[in-house]
Every structure is written in structure tokens, then in C-alpha cells.
């Protein structure tokens, strides 16, 4: 088999002698990969073009079932260690017993000619959340309807003894769907003990064994404490993850983002996440939900997605409420021209929301700052969440063909 540039498309023979130039483009010098594209995988799926490359030397292909005409993403793990093969298995068999809206669906596995194992899902269109965010933050909304679905999904896993271990934008999907609320699936459901660094970080017994720096390779910003020492993991241990992706949506930033990898292992382990920056405006509330989640002990986060999902609710109608308060104090003062100040609900006593400033110019159409954007887009944010649960569950009921019912209770919020 051939090799090809997945940056440039170039292609090479196979390798004879290989030498360490060889594995390179000599026009771009990316690495090269095996060149599947007309290869039959399985038996049944005709290769046709590279989709993209996973941080593991994986590479994902669409390719063509021969005897339906069905197009398929197939993900090929670079190198299969004879240890991996019952894990793949496994997780891949869990995957498959996976069904939501937000969760990929898998339907088949195997190994190639060559040993390489793969694993067949839907094809999804459109791009992964680490792509859609750049560098930029999320809308408050946006984020929320995010994390919501991101939690949906989990919820059902969890339920399944599914543990995910790897929340984090690359394995978000945003799907390109003419829809205006965004739609996501969560991807790799099953494979992240694969992960060599995951399982290299899983050995470290003690805080003392992190001090040295480790080979940069994967995403140890999203781990949780008890990822990095090697302790037990358990569904807390993706709410940890979840909540790190919540403060890099909300804020634009992540908690941790150290470019040393030992000290990046002790941020997570030892240091506070730092508040988040007052100037985005952002409800105290929702602030005090994504720290719960990054409690650096399991048993000081949330216990469950269903819990953390209702908390974020909570906050979304908590905002909801004191927009509604502003919209009926605006329409009073309308051409008074007045500073209105508005007291927060008692959704959370403990950390209780500074009162919000809505100024009311005398024009018909009012300027509301500074927190117009947030307030505005919060509106959104609340009416999405009350409809999340119902839609999610609908949804999810259309799909399943297997007559199964999801707890209705687990997906939908709290009242
Ligand atoms: N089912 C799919 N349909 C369409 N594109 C996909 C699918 N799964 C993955 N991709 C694309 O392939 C790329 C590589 O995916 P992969 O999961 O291997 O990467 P990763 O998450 O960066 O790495 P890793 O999972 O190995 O840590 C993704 O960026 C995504 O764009
Ligand atoms: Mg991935």
C-alpha cells in the first residue's frame, strides 16, 4: 500500500527500506499516512478520501458500504498494540450500544489486512467544536445549549456505565444543519483508553512522579485531578472535563493553560481556576456552577450530568426571570430616561448576583448597557433550555427504532 501527505494530497509508493525522510512530505513535511483511498476495509467499505487526522496518528476516511451505496466515516487507529485490541473491542462494542441525538453513532468494527483497527460511524457534516471556536469565546447561549447537549449525551452514557474520559472540543462535532440552534454529537465515545498519554498519565501514582516534564502529545488541559494521579475514575470525572469546556466556551479562555506539562498537571491538581473576568458580564451563578464542576475533588462536584444539567437550567430561568423583571421595569420608565436597578432572585443565596444596571434612554429605542448583550442573548439562552429537555427527548424517542424509552425524567430539567 501506498502512502499520501494528508496535507497536501501527495502520494508515495510504499515504503521498501524505510527510512526516517520517507515518513515525511517532501513538499510540506507533514507525516505521511498509509493511502487507503480504493481499499475495500472489512470486506464492504470502499475507501474514497482522507477526512481528517486525530492527534494519535488516527486518520479518518468517508468511505462507501458496497452493498448499500450508505456512506460512512471510518476511524483507523495507526497502530494497534495487541493490548489495545480487547480495549478497542470493548469500548467500541459499548459505543455501539450508545444511542442519542448528541452521541455518534457506531455501527461496525474490525481490523484491516494490516492489523490497524478501525471502527465504522455515521458521517457527519460540518466541522469539530475546536474548529467552530478559533479563538474566540461562545455567546452565553450558545455555550449553555452547548454544554446542555454535550450533558444529554452523557447522561445516557453514564447510565450505561459509560464513561467518556475525553470531553473536549475535538471530540465535539458542530453539525452543519440549517437549524439556528447549534447541534452537536460527541465523538469517541469508548476509545479514550486508547490514548496512550491518557494511559501514561493514568500510571502516575503520585503528585511527587509529575515533576518531570512528559512528551507533549494530546490535550491534558481538560483532565481531571484524578485522571492526572491515577486514581479511580467515575462519571465525575467527565463532569470535571465538562466543566473546563464550559469555562473555555463562557470565557474564551481556559482555566489552566500552562505551557509546561508537569505544571499544567499541578494547576489542575492544586490551583483555583481563576474567577472569571467581570467584564463579560457573565451571571455569578452560572460562574458558581462551572467551579463546582472543577472541584479538584470528585465528591465537591456535582454528582451527576442530570444534576449539573439542572443547575444550568436553574441559572438560565434564574436570568430569565430578571430579564422578564427589566423588560416590565423598562416598559414603565420608557421615557424617563431612569438607571433601573434590579435586585437578583434568591436563586442562590450564597452567591447572590450584584443588582443589574439597565440605563433607559428617553429615545423610544433604548441603549442597555453594559450588560445589553448579555441580557439580550440570556433571553435566548432560558427559552432554549426550557425547550432542551422536551426537544432532546422527542427527538431521541423518533430515533430509536428498538421501542426502548429513555427515562424521561433523566432529560428533562428539574422544575
Ligand atoms: N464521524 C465523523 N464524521 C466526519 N468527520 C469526522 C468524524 N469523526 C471524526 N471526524 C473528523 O476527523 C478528525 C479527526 O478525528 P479524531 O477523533 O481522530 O481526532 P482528535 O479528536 O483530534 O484526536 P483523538 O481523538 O485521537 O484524540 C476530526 O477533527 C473530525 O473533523
Ligand atoms: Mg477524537
Known amino acids: 500500500m501506498g502512502q499520501m501527505c494528508p496535507r ?3 502520494t508515495y509508493r510504499a515504503p521498501g527500506v524505510a527510512s526516517l525522510e520517507r515518513r515525511r512530505c517532501v513538499a510540506d513535511g507533514a507525516r505521511l499516512v498509509d493511502d487507503l483511498r480504493g481499499s475495500l476495509v472489512g470486506g464492504r467499505y470502499l475507501v474514497d478520501r482522507l477526512i481528517g487526522q486525530g492527534g494519535l496518528g488516527s486518520t479518518i476516511w468517508s468511505a462507501v458500504r458496497s ?12 497502530t494497534a498494540r495487541a493490548e489495545d485490541v480487547g480495549r478497542f473491542e470493548r469500548g467500541t462494542r459499548l459505543a455501539m450500544s450508545l444511542e442519542h441525538p448528541c452521541i455518534t453513532r457506531v455501527m461496525d468494527y474490525g481490523s484491516t489486512a494490516d492489523g490497524a483497527l478501525y471502527q465504522v460511524m455515521e458521517l457527519l457534516e460540518g466541522r469539530t467544536l475546536y474548529a467552530h471556536l478559533g ?33 473536549k ?3 465535539v462535532f458542530v453539525l452543519r444543519e440549517p437549524h439556528e440552534r447549534t447541534s452537536i454529537k460527541v465523538l ?7 490514548d496512550p498519554d491518557a494511559a501514561a498519565a493514568e500510571q502516575l501514582a503520585l503528585v511527587n512522579e509529575i515533576t518531570q516534564q512528559q512528551k507533549i502529545c494530546g490535550t491534558p488541559e481538560y483532565m481531571a485531578p484524578e485522571q492526572i494521579v491515577g486514581a479511580e475514575l467515575d462519571v465525575r470525572t467527565d463532569l470535571y472535563s465538562v466543566g473546563v469546556l464550559a469555562y473555555r466556551l463562557l470565557t474564551g479562555r481556559l482555566p489552566f493553560s500552562n505551557a509546561v506539562r508537569h505544571e ?3 494547576a489542575h491538581l492544586m490551583t483555583p481556576p481563576p474567577p472569571f473576568d467581570a467584564a463579560l458580564g457573565l451571571p455569578r451563578a452560572l460562574e458558581t456552577v462551572v467551579m463546582k464542576s472543577l472541584a479538584k475533588r470528585p465528591e465537591d462536584r456535582f454528582a451527576s450530568a442530570a444534576e449539573l444539567r439542572t443547575e444550568l437550567f436553574a441559572v438560565g430561568a434564574a436570568e ?4 422578564e423583571h427589566a423588560v416590565a421595569l423598562f416598559g414603565a420608565r420608557a421615557a424617563a430616561g431612569a438607571t433601573i436597578e434590579m435586585e437578583a432572585p434568591a436563586f442562590d443565596a450564597g452567591h447572590a448576583e450584584p443588582p443589574v444596571q439597565v440605563v ?3 429615545t423610544p429605542v433604548a441603549s442597555v448597557a453594559p450588560r445589553a448583550r448579555p441580557l439580550r442573548r440570556w433571553l435566548w439562552a432560558a427559552c432554549v433550555l426550557v425547550g432542551l429537555g422536551g426537544a432532546t427527548w422527542v427527538l431521541a424517542d423518533n430515533l430509536r427504532d428498538d421501542g426502548e424509552q429513555t427515562p424521561r425524567a433523566a432529560l428533562e430539567p428539574a422544575p
Open 8 to 10: 497536501c494530497g501527495s
Open 67 to 78: 452493498s448499500s451505496g450508505e456512506r460512512f466515516a471510518i476511524k483507523v487507529l495507526a
Open 135 to 167: 479563538e474566540s469565546a461562545c455567546a452565553p447561549d450558545e455555550a449553555m445549549n452547548i454544554v446542555d447537549q454535550i450533558l444529554a449525551a452523557l447522561e445516557v452514557a453514564h447510565a450505561q456505565h459509560v464513561i467518556h474520559r475525553d470531553i
Open 169 to 171: 472540543p475535538s471530540n
Open 188 to 194: 469517541d465515545f469508548g476509545l479514550a483508553k486508547l
Open 264 to 266: 499544567l498537571y499541578q
Open 320 to 323: 430569565m426571570k430578571r430579564i
Open 360 to 362: 433607559v434612554e428617553p
